[in-house]
Structure formats: structure tokens, C-alpha cells
Nanobody
Framework: QVQLVESGGGLVQAGGSLRLSCAASGRYAMGWFRQAPGKEREFVAA????????YYADSVKGRCTIARDNAKNTVYLQMNSLKPEDTAVYYC????????????????WGQGTQVTVSP
């Protein structure tokens, strides 16, 4: 059974930073998605199993960095210059296949961590 445990969410003022972590029970291609109230879940960032390839949504490009520590089977999402519109529940996801921007490519999902950005 694959387990994904997210941490690092919280309340931050606009312009601030947060680092989300996702500890996995193995090595997979990983992605971060988010879902704001009343909206569909959307892609944020993804990283390949090796960490050599990364992908970002246009809305976070330049403000977020996805990285992984394969010794710890942990993926991080560093988020800087946060905006109120970044407020959402953030989910990490694991894929047996290649990293992808599509939800359907992921086989396992974490429970989500809340990120709230105040104006």
C-alpha cells in the first residue's frame, strides 16, 4: 500500500513563503495539485522519478520550485511570493509512470494540506 503524507501547510500573509513536503513509501514520479473552494482540482507542479525533469503550471512558474530527496523518498514544493489566489488544499500524488500534468496519470493521492494566504 502506497502512503503519501503531506505536511507544511498553514496560514501566511501575501508575499510570504511556505514549503510543503510529501513523504512517500517508495520512489515515484510525483506531482502537486491544488483545489480551491468551488473550483476544480488543478495541476501545480511535477517532478520525475530521478528529479531531473520538472513541470510547472503557468500560474506558479517562477514562484514555486519542486524538488525531491530520493534518500528520504520526499518531495518538496517551495512556494514563494504567495498570493491570496494560491489559497487551496494542496495534494501530492504519486505515479508509477512518468511525471505528468494530468490528474489521471497519478495512482495515489495524499490527504491534502491546507494553504491559506491572507491579503
Amino acid at each position: 500500500q502506497v502512503q503519501l503524507v503531506e505536511s507544511g501547510g498553514g496560514l501566511v500573509q501575501a508575499g510570504g513563503s511556505l514549503r510543503l513536503s510529501c513523504a512517500a513509501s517508495g520512489r515515484y514520479a510525483m506531482g502537486w495539485f491544488r483545489q480551491a473552494p468551488g473550483k476544480e482540482r488543478e495541476f501545480v507542479a511535477a517532478v520525475s522519478r530521478t528529479g531531473y525533469s520538472t513541470y510547472y503550471a503557468d500560474s506558479v512558474k517562477g514562484r514555486c520550485t519542486i524538488a525531491r530527496d530520493n534518500a528520504k523518498n520526499t518531495v518538496y514544493l517551495q512556494m514563494n511570493s504567495l498570493k491570496p489566489e494560491d489559497t487551496a488544499v494542496y495534494y501530492c500524488a504519486a505515479s508509477w509512470g512518468p511525471a505528468s500534468v494530468k490528474e489521471s496519470a497519478y495512482d495515489y493521492w495524499g490527504q491534502g494540506t491546507q494553504v491559506t494566504v491572507s491579503p
